[in-house]
């Protein structure tokens, strides 16, 4: 009785740590659920103890069926990322219990036989291969500290993993159905770990390749945004330096209809002149007010109307000034370009930009009408068209911005609106004190 609970014991062990390799190698949906974990590790222990029972069979893969289950519904990337990295917990854990079994065999220069009876020697083989199994799992996870689920194995890799699980299987029925040698197992077994790690240290170098790819095409366009905010700003320097030279003028004007006792000129002279001066919101944050000042000028040139509601910041939330300039000027430039695309259709054409103060932190709100036009899916996202190298550069800025600063962006058509939705949590308390 008591061998028994410490076989089931081990094999809880094995369902945990399994379980946990591939939590640590697979990014988390936003339905992950942490009772799922230990559910799955359960389940898992409790098919491994089956073989307490009954007779090993001779295809003993179907006991990684709730961990794959489980990595399918709780877990994003692509199917591709998820049965790699669950054939690859397969490969270590066949391989390294293979390898172990021959190496304990020599040791202990005995029948195979002996490691699966009770007693000593399969108390020290059993707790051995497990450690040595962990570090393996171990070992891995530092190879891949970044999980991500944009980046996907190639089919190659995919591929070779896979035959690495049905090497294992076929020479575990060789060896239980013809008798060969123990030493076959155990090579094929290295042979599988051999292949399988060099299989999982070229996935990892086509990660950080993919990775420093993706890393390079954002600098390159966000250096093409700063060219295009300092456009922006010598626009906007030209405009004033034109304002500033139409209110001498005004002036001059003002002045001699004085000189003359035109006084009556005087109202209608001066609706014209603030029609043609656009009006400066006072946000409370010099950055975002020049951010707004650029944008409007850009909007009015282009006929757009825009709307704005509570436009007002003065920090206290988890994300830096020169951030929260960048989200809101990309949020309305994604805006001006798709209105800009759709001159030729009829309706409303506005730009509506709301700051919404909740207990959960600050909510920009910008939205703009469709005009007809319905947005694509690609992925996760909307788009309303894709025509330019840099298109979609935007949304992946704002996403970024936004998921650093642990905040939340969603994209979504509602009543016929394009809205671009960003949730901005507070500073906490220790960082709002140390500034």
């Not at 491994?48 to 489980?70: A, C, V």
């Not at 094929?188 to 086509?206: E, F, M, P, Y």
């Not at 700063?226 to 003028?249: A, W």
């Not at 319905?374 to 949304?395: A, D, R, S, V």
């Amino acid at each position: 009785m008591g061998w028994t609970l410490y076989e089931i014991l081990l094999n809880v062990f094995q369902g945990f740590l399994f379980t946990w390799f591939v939590q640590k190698m697979l990014p988390k949906k936003h339905n992950y659920k942490t009772w799922s974990f230990f559910v799955c590790s359960l389940l898992t222990a409790a098919a491994l103890s089956t073989y307490i029972f009954f007779p090993m069979p001779r295809w003993d893969t179907w006991i990684w069926g709730f961990i794959i289950l489980w990595s399918f519904l709780f877990f994003s990337g692509s199917i591709m990322l998820k049965v790699f990295w669950d054939m690859t917990a397969i490969v270590i854990s066949g391989s390294v219990a293979g390898f172990s079994y021959y190496l304990f065999c020599l040791i202990f220069r005995t029948n195979p036989d002996l490691l699966l009876v009770p007693g000593f020697p399969r108390l020290i083989f059993t707790v051995s291969s497990n450690l040595l199994m962990w570090l393996t799992f171990f070992l891995v996870c530092k190879l891949f500290p970044e999980k991500s689920s944009a980046v996907r194995p190639s089919f190659l890799l995919l591929v070779t993993v896979i035959f690495c699980v049905f090497q294992i299987d076929i020479y575990f029925r060789l060896v239980t159905s013809y008798d060969i040698p123990v030493l076959w197992f155990s090579v094929g077994c290295i042979i599988s770990l051999t292949i399988g790690v060099v299989t999982i240290i070229a996935n990892r170098l086509i990660v950080r390749y993919e990775q420093e790819k993706q890393q390079y095409h954002f600098l390159e366009g966000m250096m093409q945004e700063i060219n295009t905010r300092n456009e922006e700003q010598q626009e906007l320097f030209d405009s004033l330096r034109e304002l500033r030279h139409d209110i001498r003028s005004y002036v001059s004007d003002v002045r001699k209809m004085v000189e003359k006792g035109e006084i009556e000129k005087m109202p209608a002279f001066l609706d014209e002149i603030e029609k043609k001066v656009q009006p400066l919101y006072s946000s409370g944050n010099h950055a975002l007010d020049s951010v707004l000042s650029v944008k409007l000028t850009k909007m009015q040139g282009s006929g757009i109307e825009f709307r704005g509601s509570n436009l007002h910041y003065t920090g206290g939330m988890n994300i830096e000034d020169y951030a929260l300039c960048s989200l809101v000027s990309n949020m309305l430039d994604n805006a001006i370009e798709a209105l800009n695309m759709r001159k030729e259709c009829s309706g409303e054409r506005y730009i509506y930009l709301k700051f919404a103060y909740m207990p959960a932190g600050l909510m920009i709100i910008c939205e703009n009408p469709l005009l007809g036009v319905l947005p694509k899916m690609q992925g996760k996202t909307l788009f309303t068209h894709k025509n330019e190298t840099y298109h979609g550069l935007g949304i992946s800025i704002m996403e970024k911005i936004v998921h650093n600063a642990g905040g939340q962006l969603d994209i979504l058509v509602n009543n016929d609106l394009f809205q671009v939705v960003a949730l901005i949590p507070p500073k906490k308390d220790s960082e709002a004190v140390s500034e």
